[in-house]
T-cell receptor
């Protein structure tokens, strides 16, 4: 199935640093979602974006829905060890109605060192 | 957020046997649930869309006779892996959307790790 291009694939950062990751698509999306997945667990929703240009924050996390509707970024400020995990973007394409059929990004594996 | 519960969390079965995985929405009703498969260090791949009271919609390349889906109520969908083989070993995750919610975000279960030996 289709996947979104997410970058970087992985990153090692020091505690306290800011992190930025993004997701791009060749298709237009209605909705962009950002999830975090811990090992052996299901993804947990971090931020949901519903309008082009929308900028939304959740604590130290900030995400934006690109104006072209083909991209989104997620920023994490002042990273802490518990930020470790895999971050996935997900998009709901236009014309899937209320079915909420999501396409997932390839994931960004984040490691935070002390 | 809404709670989706998956059971079991892990299962080990012998090759050739069938395994049933349950996905329940605990505090909301879900007409539609989704089943994903995730291999190690890879992203989630949608297998099928489970529709309450009707047949599931399978993604291209997913065998409907091998991965049987039943969505008999607004709070429960089951995925049965029939005649499981080692290549079916994977992490299976379900998600559901609240019928009553205005937005389209989906909530995920905790996943089921299937190991076929």
């Amino acid at each position: 199935g289709q996947q979104l291009n997410q970058s970087p694939q992985s990153m090692f950062i020091q505690e306290g640093e800011d992190v930025s990751m993004n997701c791009t698509s060749s298709s237009i999306f209605n909705t962009w979602l950002w999830y975090k997945q811990d090992p052996g667990e299901g993804p947990v929703l971090l931020i949901a974006l519903y309008k082009a240009g929308e900028l939304t924050s959740n604590g130290r996390l900030t995400a934006q829905f690109g104006i072209t509707r083909k991209d989104s970024f997620l920023n994490i400020s002042a990273s802490i060890p518990s930020d470790v995990g895999i971050y996935f973007c997900a998009g709901q394409p236009i014309n899937t109605g209320t079915a909420s059929k999501l396409t997932f990004g390839t994931g960004t594996r984040l490691q935070v060192t002390l | 957020g809404a709670v989706v519960s998956q059971h079991p969390s892990w299962v080990i079965c012998k090759s050739g046997t069938s395994v049933k995985i349950e996905c329940r929405s605990l505090d909301f009703q879900a007409t539609t649930m989704f089943w994903y498969r995730q291999f190690p260090k890879q992203s989630l791949m949608l297998m099928a869309t489970s529709n309450e009271g009707s047949k599931a919609t399978y993604e291209q390349g997913v065998e409907k006779d091998k991965f049987l889906i039943n969505h008999a109520s607004l709070t429960l969908s089951t995925l049965t892996v029939t005649s499981a083989h080692p290549e079916d070993s994977s992490f299976y995750i379900c998600s559901a959307r609240d019928n009553a919610a205005l937005n389209t975000e989906a909530f995920f279960g905790q996943g089921t790790r299937l190991t076929v030996v």
